[in-house]
């Protein structure tokens, strides 16, 4: 491998791309990780500049290569049961839920579900604490832009250090394990799987049509990626899509500062619909 320069002219032709096509905004302080994330792919290549990287992105129709590069660009950080205060207010939260759904029907939608442990983790949590579950007509719609997490996602399998914080009755009740050269590994079970279905979607330029509201929303710690214009426009877009009093979880480093009139800050970055 060696090293290439990533000129200036070349990082603003970068940020100018992915923000167009993702709504993904790179502070000019990111130089040096851009050219770090991006620089095994033109080794890869065989390229010998960055801006033969970019005329290869911008030409291919396929938009193969584009969500390649995102996935270098982005951070796919995630973990079970993450943000602890959230999933408490939750366990509150279903007896309202339970007393409005008559039909035994709740549909929720994880934006930005990476490799499948935040959806996973909302039926684990419902297999937990809804009484009945397996009675009820549970459907998660979970959604990323890159396909390399949402394969790992669909998969569902996953290292011993990634469920060793998970209670042991809870990986019994949603895994099964299997040995692979040696280590373990663990799977959710068909039963819990079936329950998701997973989709590739860009939350800025996919058009939202869906024919029913969801009862819930998760986009936690993807719109930090976003600019103020873009995250004002996708929580409006968020916001039609939930029916009254329903909630929309973000990131705990991620606040609204808009739509006051639609979404009422509950704490710990839950918003409810108005």
């Known amino acids: 491998m060696y090293e290439i320069e990533l000129k200036p002219e070349e990082f603003k032709l970068f940020r100018t791309y992915i923000y167009e096509k993702v709504g993904i905004s790179i502070s000019e302080e990111k130089q040096t990780l851009v050219k770090g994330r991006l ?4 080794n890869e290549l065989e390229l010998k500049s960055f801006k033969e990287y970019y005329n290869r992105l911008v030409s291919d129709t396929t938009g193969d290569e584009l969500l390649f590069f995102v996935s270098l660009i982005s951070t796919n ?6 943000e602890e205060t959230q999933w408490r207010w939750l366990q509150g939260y279903l007896p309202e839920l339970i007393s409005s759904k008559r039909d ?3 549909r929720i939608w994880s934006a930005g579900c990476s490799s499948g442990e935040e959806p996973y983790t ?7 604490y809804l009484p009945d579950f397996e009675s009820w007509d549970i459907k998660i719609l979970a959604t990323d832009i890159s396909p390399k997490v949402l394969k790992c996602a669909i998969e569902g399998c ?3 250090t990634q469920i060793e914080q998970l209670p042991k009755n809870m990986v019994m009740q949603s895994f099964e394990k299997f040995d692979v050269k040696n280590e373990m590994k663990y799977q959710i079970k068909s039963a819990l799987k079936k329950r998701v279905l997973f989709r590739l979607y860009n939350l800025v330029t996919d058009e939202f049509f869906f024919k029913n509201k969801f009862d819930m929303i998760f986009c936690r710690n993807v719109m930090i990626y976003f600019d103020n214009k873009t995250r004002h426009q996708l ?10 009093g329903s909630p929309l979880f973000l990131g705990s480093s991620e606040s609204l500062t808009t739509h006051k009139e639609t979404l009422k800050l509950l704490g710990s970055s839950i918003y409810q619909k108005l």
């Open 39 to 42: 620089s095994k792919r033109l």
């Open 77 to 82: 950080v995630t973990s079970f049961f993450r």
């Open 104 to 106: 035994k029907k709740i």
């Open 122 to 128: 909302i039926l684990m949590f419902l297999q937990n």
């Open 158 to 160: 996953y290292e011993s």
């Open 235 to 244: 929580v409006g877009r968020f916001a039609q899509l939930l029916p009254k």
